[in-house]
């Protein structure tokens, strides 16, 4: 089930912003689990661990579109997106410290 901080990606900016694939469009924006150690089979990493990512930039994370990208510029632009994730669900309290 879906909750609060996934359900908040719907409508919002890519994150991730994977240049120059990412297709920069909201409507196509879902919430992208980050691998962590509480990942497993059958199991998603927290909620709070993840990037609000366009369909064309999941794909490249997740393998389903081959790029002229690194694995370390992939990983580095997630990175970047789950910093800019965070950020915006403190910014609107989903997240509170």
């Known amino acids: ?31 992208a689990h980050a691998p962590s150690e509480d990942k497993g089979m059958g199991r998603k990493s927290p909620d709070w661990w993840g990037a609000f990512c366009c369909s064309t930039c999941h794909d490249v994370i997740d393998g389903r579109m081959q790029t002229d990208l690194s694995s370390e510029e992939i990983k580095d632009c997630f990175t970047r997106g789950i910093y800019r994730t965070l950020k915006i669900q403190i910014d609107e309290g989903k997240i509170k410290l």
């Open 1 to 31: 089930m879906p909750s609060k901080l996934t359900k908040n990606a719907k409508g919002k900016d890519c994150t991730v912003n994977l240049y120059p694939y990412c297709n920069s469009n909201p409507e196509t924006v879902i919430f």
